[in-house]
């Protein structure tokens, strides 16, 4: 039978519509369908298991109790920042869960703190380190992992080299592994690189790590001074009766401080206590009895044991600051202070060609009440604009109830990140031979001498 021209070109049009694009039209709505529907990943990192729902479908909750979908932080740009080459950032689908705000989030302590200092303060049970974000709960119970939103690993606590047997098994998409360091790069306890991929989150003195850890800040400082009251006519060489103090444990020929301080000391009389000094005054740990020493001087030596980039630490903030003597600092670069410390609250070593001509400067202002009171003006005039830094508990809790929720990061190279590239964070250590020293009579000598 012979059908028309028309009718086979519409026989034909038909055939290819069933077999042809019914098909496909209809593979692409499966391939949508199923798209939409919750699918769980189990992804491996490293020894560990991450549960991600990465592709959970979700219902926009009430704008007043939803956080903003985020947007890229210009940090994590190469461009702008060198250092963000040495992690991974990405985003997250936002789901219903991470789209609204927690009520409470809970930080777990993997490893100890400081030989335990501070996990000794967390007493049975859980509490808050920071009264000011009482939802903010820390834990010293390992078991609790499975709660954490951050889980904490010190970095002098840790293996040297990563072992998954110490390290937890799983780990879930919203929280953060937090590395932990309050010391300079040139005291590095771990492997680096056994340690690639393992954390997401970081806690260092340094501004740019994810959550600020530093010894003290601009902030914390006039919120002391406003609490304890300041009288704009105080005489601050009142009841000092001396010139120069220093604490120090650490004591050896390679550090850039003993190098300077041998010099110093020829020139002006410094009294040295601790580990270097005379060890029979303030007992480690024993910080209580410090003050009352402290505050007989007019000046205190802060010299760092490494000059690093931002590192300031308790030398300067609570040995120097809060007992009212003047710091003497020895560390990061003059900018760094005038930055992150109160205006003309210190005086540097770099602002002098010689040991010689600042011991000269600390006996001129020894004998000049009105220029030594000067470096205790700024307690009357804080800045108008100063970051919000209220210590390193505080500081992480807020960054966990309001940090970007679907923003996901890991450290491939924590090492560089750290140490900079060609160890730039650090002045190299002083080039000699190692050895400990120990300050006898206003010198330094080996400290098998003194045994």
Not at 81 to 103: G, I, M, Q, R
Request: hydrophobic content about 30%; charged content about 25%; some cysteine.
């Amino acid at each position: 039978m012979l059908l028309p021209s028309k009718m086979k070109t519409s026989l034909k049009q038909l055939v290819k519509f069933y077999l042809v694009i019914f098909p496909t039209c209809f593979g692409a709505f499966l391939v949508v369908y199923f798209a939409e529907k919750k699918v769980s990943l189990s992804i491996q990192t490293r020894d560990q298991t991450v549960h991600c729902d990465c592709n959970e479908s979700y219902t926009r909750p009430d704008p007043k109790e939803t956080l903003s979908i985020c947007s890229s932080d210009p940090q994590d740009d190469p461009l702008v920042n060198p250092l963000s080459k040495f992690y991974s950032v990405w985003y997250d689908p936002p789901t219903e869960k991470t789209l609204t705000k927690p009520e409470k989030v809970k930080i777990v302590f993997w490893t100890d703190l400081w030989n335990n200092h501070l996990r000794k303060k967390l007493p049975k049970g859980n509490r808050s380190l920071c009264p000011r974000f009482p939802n903010c709960i820390f834990s010293k119970y390992r078991d609790e992992i499975h709660e954490a939103d951050a889980v904490i690993f010190e970095n002098s606590n840790l293996p040297k080299d990563y072992n998954s047997s110490l390290m937890p098994t799983v780990r879930y998409p919203h929280q953060h592994s937090v590395w932990l360091s309050t010391e300079c790069p040139n005291y590095p306890s771990i492997n680096f690189e056994t340690y690639r991929g393992v954390f997401n989150w970081t806690i260092t003195y340094r501004a740019d790590s994810d959550s600020l850890g530093g010894w003290g800040s601009l902030y914390e400082t006039y919120q002391r001074l406003k609490d304890e009251g300041v009288d704009p006519m105080k005489d601050y060489t009142e009841g000092k009766k001396k010139l120069a103090v220093w604490f120090i444990s650490k004591c050896n020929t390679q550090a850039n401080r003993i190098a300077y301080a041998t010099e110093l000391v020829k020139h002006m009389h410094v009294d040295v206590y601790g580990g270097c000094g005379k060890n029979d005054v303030c007992a480690k740990w024993k910080i209580k009895c410090m003050p009352k020493v402290i505050r007989q001087y007019k000046f205190y030596l802060a010299f760092e044991n490494m000059k690093c980039k931002e590192y300031i630490t308790e030398k300067f903030w609570r040995n120097a600051l809060e007992n009212d003597v003047v710091p003497v600092v020895l560390g990061a670069n003059r900018s760094d202070y005038e930055r992150l410390a109160p205006p003309h609250s210190f005086i540097h070593v770099d602002d002098f060609t010689s040991p010689k001509e600042l011991a000269n400067y600390l006996k001129m202002l020894d004998q000049d009440k009105d220029k030594y009171n000067a470096y205790f003006k700024w307690k009357t005039t804080p800045p108008k604009n100063m970051p919000l830094d209220e210590g390193r508990w505080c500081n992480l809790c807020r960054e966990l109830l309001e940090r970007c929720p679907t923003k996901r990061k890991v450290y491939t190279d924590l090492r560089t990140w750290f140490e900079g590239e060609n160890l730039s964070m650090c002045d190299p250590k002083e080039n000699v031979k190692y050895q400990e020293l120990r300050f006898v009579e206003n010198h330094f000598e080996l400290a098998h001498q003194t045994n």
